[in-house]
């Protein structure tokens, strides 16, 4: 979600100078959904293993009785019933969805990112309107 909205905020206030700005956000954005997507595939594989990772208590219950960065590392180590698989496309759970869903936004930002600061450069070396891009008129 977050970036779709940074990706709507670049849309109404693009930065002419710093055009690297809202692709680092972006990619900043995704990987932060990217870590924790991998987080979800290891603890729904665990599953599959032996020992299985425990889940904790509910998230009402830890921000109720924790502070926030305890509550954070609780669940990112797991809580509820973490590792049923509820869905599944094919042989895809949802949080490899969502990981691949975060890799190619980050591939398209980067792209995006290189495009920008390609067409500055090269705007900023030839501005459009400058006197000396004219060429001779030819004489009648």
């Known amino acids: 979600m977050a970036c779709g909205v940074l990706s709507l905020i670049a849309l109404w206030i693009p930065l002419k100078r710093l055009v690297w700005l809202w692709p680092s956000l972006i990619v900043l954005a995704a990987l932060s ?11 729904q594989d665990s599953l599959a293993t032996t020992q299985a990772l425990s889940c904790g208590a509910g998230l009402e219950f830890l921000a109720q009785t924790q502070s926030m960065p305890d509550v954070i590392s609780s669940v990112l180590s797991g809580h509820g019933d973490c590792t049923v698989i509820d869905w599944q496309l094919g042989f895809l759970t ?6 691949a869903s975060f890799v190619s936004i980050i591939l398209w930002a980067t792209l995006i990112g290189f495009c920008q600061n390609k067409y500055n450069s090269t705007l900023m070396q030839h501005p459009i309107g400058n006197d000396n891009d004219v060429s001779p008129q030819p004489r009648l």
């Open 33 to 43: 959904g990217a870590g924790v997507s991998i987080r979800h595939i290891q603890i």
């Open 94 to 99: 949802l949080p490899m969805v969502a990981l």
